[in-house]
């Protein structure tokens, strides 16, 4: 029943008023939702602007500046890691990619408003024998791959379907596309390329948690005996001769340090018949250069001398409050029963500790040293991706190759290894 007051009201009321709310009304029901129960309010007074959409361009920057400071602010905001840092990808991508034969495919996405850089996918285009592949810059170099934003940003990224469209598109062609090395899910790189969903691989990276003082954390890290033995090793080491620990502080001793650990690795890694990177001239190349331009804020170089000499070294990339091992070389011929690396890793420690780091990451690989030292496993993953028959086939071998190489070991030592081995021969 239509009251007086109503009535009155309705007088008083500028008809074309009511028909604006009259249709505002109707607007409202036909954007209802029936399948959510929400009554979504048209926008009345003009369109809003739909920021998830075509809010990003794309481009191909293949002679992208990674020293430039766009790039250095987004990295420094980025949920990237050491293996993104600027002096890292600018020293792979001018020194180390011309020279083994792969093409840079370095993906820019930049804000369409403002034009600022918003992420950096450094990838590469590499030919493996008649298979096309893409992958992220990594060369056997690099432990973690990710994409260069923040996790912000990348959701974002993921909302605007056309620039998702445009970085598949310049993506390809290609045969294989493989991400191996990936550390975690916060940056779901596969959901951007619509790659398959990623897999664990089947090694992990260690890291262990830092804490002062230093012998606090030596004996929450390493077990007691382990201590005792340690310290035995290193009495031992004194008694040779004048011992110094130290971190490279100029280019001579950083040169002085990598021709050590040149020599060293040489024949051990030889003997497991798989080599060293560090014996080719364009790697040895890059890893010096980066030390040399890393020096005193990205790279520290570890040295163990006894009587001038070294005798061990330590190659880390410092990251946030974190120091990444990737290198290292020990005189075991010369130091055979002193646990060279053992030693060495307990200074480094000690030393990251002094200088307020919170992590020592020994990256990737299920080397049992790790776990000595305190250190927990994390699984890391990959993306793998067939963009043609090709691919496919490749694919389907990369995915059996384990197997393989494990029943062809097996085959090949059923007659000749015993029914039990000795832990010494193991």
């Excluded at 890691?81 to 011309?98: E, G, K, N």
């Excluded at 034009?115 to 990594?138: K, N, S, W, Y």
């Excluded at 791959?145 to 990224?157: I, K, Q, Y």
């Excluded at 990339?317 to 070389?329: N, Q, R, Y």
Aim: net charge positive; aromatic share 10%.
């Amino acid at each position: 029943m239509v009251t007086k007051q109503a009535r009155a009201l309705g007088k008083s009321i500028n008809p074309n008023c009511i028909l604006w709310v009259r249709e505002a009304f109707r607007l409202c029901y036909k954007s209802f939702s029936g399948s959510t129960g929400i009554l979504q309010l048209p926008d009345l007074f003009g369109t809003r602007m739909d920021n998830s959409k075509h809010a990003f361009d794309v481009d191909i920057e293949n002679a992208f500046n990674f020293l430039s400071p766009e790039y250095a602010t987004l990295f420094n905001s980025s949920a990237a890691t050491a293996f993104q840092h600027p002096i890292w990808l600018d020293r792979l991508y001018s020194q180390l990619v011309p020279k083994v034969g792969a093409k840079p495919l370095i993906v820019v996405v930049r804000d369409r408003a403002s034009g600022t850089l918003a992420m950096v996918l450094p990838l590469l285009r590499v030919r493996r024998g008649p298979i096309r592949t893409v992958e992220f810059a990594d060369l056997r170099v690099s432990d973690y791959l990710a994409p260069v934003c923040t996790a912000e940003v990348f959701s974002d990224l993921l909302r605007d379907e056309n620039a998702c469209r445009q970085i598949q598109r310049v993506v390809g062609p290609f045969d294989l596309l493989r991400m191996p090395k990936l550390p975690d899910g916060r940056i779901p790189v596969e959901n951007l390329l619509a790659a398959p969903r990623r897999v664990s691989m089947d090694t992990n990276a260690y890291s262990t948690v830092l804490f002062a003082p230093f012998e606090q954390w030596r004996a929450n890290a390493l077990d007691r005996s382990y201590q005792k033995e340690l310290a035995k090793k290193y009495r031992q080491l004194q008694k040779k001769g004048t011992l110094g620990f130290s971190c490279c502080e100029d280019s001579a001793s950083i040169a002085a340090a990598m021709d050590v650990m040149k020599k060293l690795r040489g024949p051990r890694f030889q003997a497991q018949g798989d080599g060293d990177l560090l014996q080719r001239p364009e790697y040895f190349d890059f890893y010096s250069d980066v030390a040399k331009r890393g020096l005193g804020s990205f790279v520290r170089l570890y040295a163990m001398n006894l009587d001038s000499n070294v005798i061990a070294a330590v190659l880390g990339l410092h990251h946030g409050d974190s120091l990444l091992v990737i290198m290292s070389a020990f005189d075991i011929a010369g130091f055979k029963n002193q646990s060279l690396g053992a030693l060495m890793f307990e200074q480094v420690a000690k030393d990251c500790i002094e200088r307020g780091d919170r992590i020592l990451d020994f990256t990737i690989g299920d080397e049992s040293y790790k776990r000595l030292f305190g250190a927990l496993p994390s699984p890391m993953w990959s993306v793998t991706q067939a963009g043609s028959a090709a691919g496919s086939v490749a694919l389907f071998a990369l995915k059996q190759a384990p197997w393989i190489k494990l029943a062809a070991k097996r085959m090949a030592g059923f007659k000749l290894l015993p029914d039990r081995v000795s832990t010494g021969v193991r």
